[in-house]
Protein backbone atom coordinates (compact mmCIF):
# COMPACT_ATOMS: atom_id res chain seq x y z
CA UNK A 1 0.00 0.00 0.00
CA UNK A 2 1.63 3.65 -1.33
CA UNK A 3 -1.14 5.33 0.96
CA UNK A 4 -3.70 4.51 3.61
CA UNK A 5 -5.31 8.16 2.07
CA UNK A 6 -8.00 8.25 -0.95
CA UNK A 7 -8.74 10.47 -3.75
CA UNK A 8 -7.10 13.47 -3.64
CA UNK A 9 -6.06 14.28 -0.44
CA UNK A 10 -3.02 10.94 -1.56
CA UNK A 11 -1.76 12.75 -4.09
CA UNK A 12 0.97 14.42 -2.43
CA UNK A 13 1.68 10.66 -0.62
CA UNK A 14 2.52 9.43 -4.15
CA UNK A 15 4.29 12.21 -5.57
CA UNK A 16 6.65 11.80 -2.95
CA UNK A 17 6.79 8.21 -3.66
CA UNK A 18 7.52 8.62 -7.37
CA UNK A 19 9.99 11.32 -7.05
CA UNK A 20 11.99 9.16 -4.32
CA UNK A 21 11.80 6.24 -7.19
CA UNK A 22 12.27 8.52 -10.15
CA UNK A 23 15.74 9.86 -8.19
CA UNK A 24 17.56 6.66 -8.22
CA UNK A 25 16.20 5.86 -12.02
CA UNK A 26 17.31 8.99 -13.37
CA UNK A 27 18.13 12.33 -11.17
CA UNK A 28 16.92 14.62 -13.90
CA UNK A 29 13.36 13.00 -14.03
CA UNK A 30 10.40 14.89 -11.98
CA UNK A 31 7.12 13.34 -11.43
CA UNK A 32 3.80 15.47 -10.51
CA UNK A 33 0.72 13.62 -9.83
CA UNK A 34 -3.09 14.32 -9.54
CA UNK A 35 -6.37 12.50 -8.79
CA UNK A 36 -8.59 11.91 -11.78
CA UNK A 37 -12.34 11.63 -9.56
CA UNK A 38 -14.19 10.74 -13.05
CA UNK A 39 -11.98 7.75 -13.34
CA UNK A 40 -10.62 7.13 -10.24
CA UNK A 41 -6.89 7.37 -11.11
CA UNK A 42 -3.97 8.92 -10.02
CA UNK A 43 -2.40 10.62 -13.09
CA UNK A 44 1.33 10.52 -12.83
CA UNK A 45 3.22 12.86 -14.86
CA UNK A 46 6.68 12.17 -15.81
CA UNK A 47 9.14 15.16 -16.84
CA UNK A 48 12.84 15.36 -18.15
CA UNK A 49 13.68 18.10 -20.26
CA UNK A 50 11.00 18.63 -23.17
CA UNK A 51 9.73 15.21 -22.77
CA UNK A 52 7.13 14.31 -21.00
CA UNK A 53 5.00 11.04 -20.01
CA UNK A 54 1.83 10.77 -18.59
CA UNK A 55 0.00 7.30 -17.38
CA UNK A 56 -2.33 6.54 -14.79
CA UNK A 57 -2.10 4.03 -11.45
CA UNK A 58 -5.41 3.26 -10.45
CA UNK A 59 -7.11 3.45 -7.10
CA UNK A 60 -6.52 -0.23 -6.26
CA UNK A 61 -3.36 -0.17 -7.49
CA UNK A 62 -2.14 2.70 -4.48
CA UNK A 63 -4.47 1.40 -1.81
CA UNK A 64 -4.16 -2.23 -2.28
CA UNK A 65 -1.37 -4.28 0.54
CA UNK A 66 1.00 -6.12 -1.54
CA UNK A 67 1.05 -4.05 -4.74
CA UNK A 68 3.85 -1.55 -3.91
CA UNK A 69 6.41 -3.66 -5.70
CA UNK A 70 4.32 -3.51 -8.83
CA UNK A 71 3.69 0.27 -8.76
CA UNK A 72 7.54 0.71 -8.48
CA UNK A 73 8.25 -1.76 -11.41
CA UNK A 74 5.90 0.24 -13.52
CA UNK A 75 7.00 3.42 -12.29
CA UNK A 76 10.88 2.55 -13.49
CA UNK A 77 9.34 1.08 -17.03
CA UNK A 78 7.46 4.29 -17.78
CA UNK A 79 10.87 6.39 -16.59
CA UNK A 80 12.65 4.05 -18.97
CA UNK A 81 9.86 4.61 -21.80
CA UNK A 82 10.60 8.65 -21.49
CA UNK A 83 14.06 8.03 -22.23
CA UNK A 84 13.42 6.48 -25.34
CA UNK A 85 10.46 9.15 -26.66
CA UNK A 86 11.92 10.88 -30.02
Not at 14 to 36: E, F, L
Request: net charge positive; hydrophobic share 35%.
Amino acid sequence: MLTTKKGEAASPEIQDWANRIAKQVDNAVTVDVYYDSDSSTYVLRLAKGARVLVFRLSEAQVNSSGRETECERTLQRKIKDLWNLI
